[in-house]
């Protein structure tokens, strides 16, 4: 029997936390949601799923939440009231290798059982605390973000019509940090810091991290636009559209 799991971690600031889940269909058909933000079923209690076992569930708790704590603390400290900086600071004895493999956890929790069995490499590297095994397909990403929108971005394609290009990733946004998880995707991410290397480093250090804070208002992977970006943009599809009618 699965058990709940709570994502992040109980113990990161997300035990009664309140939250309405929205439908994506109802975003795309509100013609502004930042103004007219559709209605959703309101929640308490923690944001989570049933994904894992018992024993799977104690296991991480035991040996990765920890240290995925006290790097959720040290991001806190850092996160300000804006929309968009970088950052520059220490965090002293963390443990990055755990940091990693909690993260790597959220994702397959979010992502349900399909994930599991088609990502086992994922959940090898979650399953052995001792395991460096990473296959280089996979890449994580991580910002800081106040999360003005919470994120849970089940596995997608992103495609960018500028460049042709697509990505398959899927993301987690609560503060402190969001999360890009991409598979088969040989390109860095603008703005966000590429944490895959945590995988090797197996022991607690201090660590100097530059790392940018960066917006979630919109229910889109990737899209990290202020709010006057955003704004602008729905502005720009809406003038559009009734220019379209029109003709």
């Known amino acids: 029997m699965l058990s709940f799991e709570h994502v992040p971690p109980r113990s990161t600031f997300n035990k009664n936390t309140k939250y309405s889940s929205i439908a994506f269909e109802d975003y795309v058909k509100t013609e502004n949601p930042l103004?007219?933000?559709?209605?959703?079923?309101?929640?308490?209690?923690?944001?989570?799923?049933?994904?894992?076992?018992?024993y799977c569930n104690n296991f991480l708790g035991s040996e990765y939440v920890?240290?995925?704590q006290r790097w959720v603390t040290g991001?806190?400290?850092?996160?300000?009231?804006?929309e968009f900086e970088l950052h520059t600071y220490l965090i002293k004895e963390i443990e990055p290798q755990k940091i990693l493999k909690q993260i790597?956890?959220?994702?397959?929790?979010?992502?349900?059982e399909w994930y599991l069995k088609s990502y086992p490499e994922l959940s090898d590297f979650v399953a052995s605390k001792d395991s460096k095994e990473l296959p280089a397909r996979f890449k994580v990403f991580c910002y800081l973000t106040r999360a003005e929108n919470i994120r849970y971005m089940h596995h997608v394609v992103?495609?960018?019509f500028a460049t042709g290009t697509s990505i398959n990733c899927t993301e987690i946004a609560y503060p402190p940090y969001g999360y890009v998880l991409t598979m088969d995707s040989g390109n860095e991410i603008q703005y966000l810091n590429n944490i895959t290397e945590f995988k090797n480093l197996n022991k607690?250090?201090?660590?100097?991290?530059n790392m940018f804070q960066l917006s979630t208002y919109m229910p889109f992977p990737l899209d990290y636009r202020t709010k006057e970006q955003v704004e602008k943009g729905i502005e720009d599809a809406i003038q559009t559209s009734r220019k379209n009618e029109k003709n």
């Open 158 to 160: 992103h495609g960018n």
């Open 204 to 209: 607690k250090m201090d660590l100097n991290i």
């Open 66 to 68: 920890p240290a995925y």
């Open 75 to 82: 991001g806190f400290q850092i996160l300000q009231n804006k």
């Open 35 to 54: 103004k007219n933000t559709p209605k959703g079923k309101t929640k308490q209690g923690g944001i989570g799923y049933n994904s894992f076992c018992k």
């Open 104 to 112: 790597v956890s959220m994702f397959l929790a979010i992502n349900g």
